[in-house]
C-alpha cells in the first residue's frame, strides 16, 4: 500500500513539471488599422488558440478569420467580403520557435523572449520575429504581443475609394493565459 502510494505521489508530481504543453482557447487579439481623422477601423476576437510545447520552444496561435468582432457591422461585413475573404482563408495562424526559452526560467516577473516563426494569412506566409512577455500567473502561464502587419506582405487589397482611410501597417496585439 505504501509503494502504491509512493509510486502515485511521485507520477503526479512528475506529470506537474513535466507538462506536455499549455493551452488557451480564450486568446484576445485585437488589431487596429485606423489613421487619424477617420473612422476607427478596429477589431477584437476573444476566441483565438494558442498552444505552447515547453519541450520545442514552440509556439502555436491560430485564429478564426470570421470571430473578429467590430463595432460597426458593416464594417465587419466589409472585412470578411472583401479584404481578408474569410470565406477562401478562414483562419490565420503563427507558428514559432520561443529563442532562449526554458520554461524552468518562467516565473512571476514578466521575461522578454523573441519568437522566430512564420505568419499565415490571406492564403500568403511570412517568415517574422515577434517579441513576447510570457510570466507565471496562478491560472497558468501568460503570453503577451504585440506586433505590426504589413498588409501587402500578404495580398490584402484595399479598395482606392477607403484607402486612405486605412492604414498600410495593421497593429496587432495577442494575450492569452495558458493552461
Do not use: W
Not at 53 to 76: A, G, H
Not at 144 to 166: G, L, T
Amino acid at each position: 500500500m505504501k509503494r502504491t502510494t509512493l509510486l502515485i505521489l511521485l507520477f503526479t508530481a512528475f506529470s506537474i513539471t513535466a507538462q506536455e504543453k499549455f493551452k488557451t482557447t480564450s486568446a484576445i487579439i485585437n488589431f487596429e488599422a485606423s489613421v487619424p481623422f477617420f473612422e476607427e477601423v478596429k477589431a477584437v476576437n476573444k476566441l483565438g488558440t494558442i498552444v505552447l510545447e515547453p519541450q520545442t520552444s514552440t509556439l502555436i496561435c491560430t485564429v478564426i478569420i470570421k470571430d473578429f468582432r467590430f463595432k460597426m457591422d458593416l464594417m465587419e461585413e466589409h472585412f470578411n467580403d472583401n479584404y481578408v475573404e474569410s470565406h477562401r482563408y478562414p483562419k490565420a495562424y503563427f507558428k514559432g520557435k520561443i529563442q532562449k526559452f526554458d520554461i524552468a526560467q518562467i516565473d512571476e516577473t514578466s521575461r522578454e523572449y523573441d519568437v522566430k516563426g512564420k505568419l499565415y494569412i490571406h492564403g500568403k506566409s511570412k517568415m517574422i520575429t515577434v517579441k513576447a512577455l510570457l510570466k507565471r500567473v496562478p491560472e497558468g502561464i501568460q503570453i503577451v504581443s504585440a506586433f505590426p502587419i504589413s498588409i501587402s506582405d500578404f495580398n490584402i487589397e484595399i479598395p482606392y475609394v477607403v484607402a486612405n482611410k486605412i492604414s498600410k501597417t495593421v497593429q496587432t496585439d495577442l494575450s492569452g493565459i495558458m493552461r
